[in-house]
């Protein structure tokens, strides 16, 4: 318990620079607070003592703003970096060293029975208001933007963005442990751009059977004068 206890505090180490002492970080670090509540919270739940589970899951989530169902199962040097408004369902696992940022959701889509939230893989980001809903697994080392929307599974080494997320990132490009959220590319301006190129295309083509149906029926008419 105590050796988990320093890899979550030296997690907050490692992914904020902000992090000055041990004293400062156990006092004031609410994502910090919320894993230690959850891991107490869940002993409970493994031990069926549902009601007491919950109990103290709510404490938390009052104290903290960080909804984590006891029934979550989270691995190790979980770090949660302002995490107001972050929620974590009842069947969602969460593999090693994962940062969640503020505003995430790992939630379900409210249709399904037994396992309905997602499965975070090793050295996973999800940026902040980000929402990754359903029964399906987040690879290793991926990363996914602010506000996005995630719906589907996501390969290892990836990167999502967008609304509905799409990956604009994979295998065989360099991954950085922090996400550039300003940097990311938008699937969405490139959708755009490529269907403003159709319509254009389109306009062009129009245009032409115009003129050439202009010309058919000039003939036409040229025709039938000089029968008359």
């Known amino acids: ?14 992914n904020d620079p902000a992090a000055r002492s041990i004293f400062e970080v156990v006092l004031t670090y609410s994502g910090l607070h919320a894993v ?3 891991r107490v919270a869940h ?10 589970a919950r ?10 703003g960080i909804e984590i169902h006891p029934g979550a199962k989270i691995g190790r040097r979980l770090f949660i970096d302002h995490g107001m ?3 974590i369902g009842e069947t969602c696992e969460i593999g090693d060293d994962v940062v969640l940022y503020q505003g995430v959701t790992l939630g379900g889509t409210g ?12 050295n996973v980001v999800v940026g902040s208001g980000s929402k990754v809903i359903g029964s399906f697994t987040v690879g290793d080392n991926s990363k996914i933007g602010a506000n996005a929307v995630v719906l589907k599974e996501v390969p290892p080494n990836s990167t999502v963005v967008g609304n509905p997320g799409r990956i604009v990132k994979r295998d065989g490009v360099s991954m950085q ?6 940097k990311l590319p938008d699937p969405l301006i490139e959708s755009l751009r490529h269907m403003e190129k159709q319509i254009e295309d389109l306009k062009t083509e129009v245009e032409r059977l115009r003129q050439e149906l202009r010309q058919t029926n000039g ?9 008359v």
């Open 111 to 122: 249709k399904e029975t037994g396992k309905r939230h997602p499965t975070l893989g090793n």
């Open 85 to 87: 408004g972050v929620v």
């Open 36 to 38: 230690w509540a959850h």
């Open 43 to 52: 002993a409970f739940y493994r031990r069926r003592w549902f009601t007491v």
């Open 1 to 14: 318990m105590f050796r988990n206890m320093r890899s979550d505090i030296q997690a907050v180490f490692d």
């Open 55 to 64: 109990i103290i899951s709510q404490v938390s989530r009052f104290m903290t």
């Open 219 to 227: 003939g036409v008419h040229t025709y039938e004068s000089k029968s």
């Open 177 to 182: 442990h922090k996400l550039d959220h300003d």
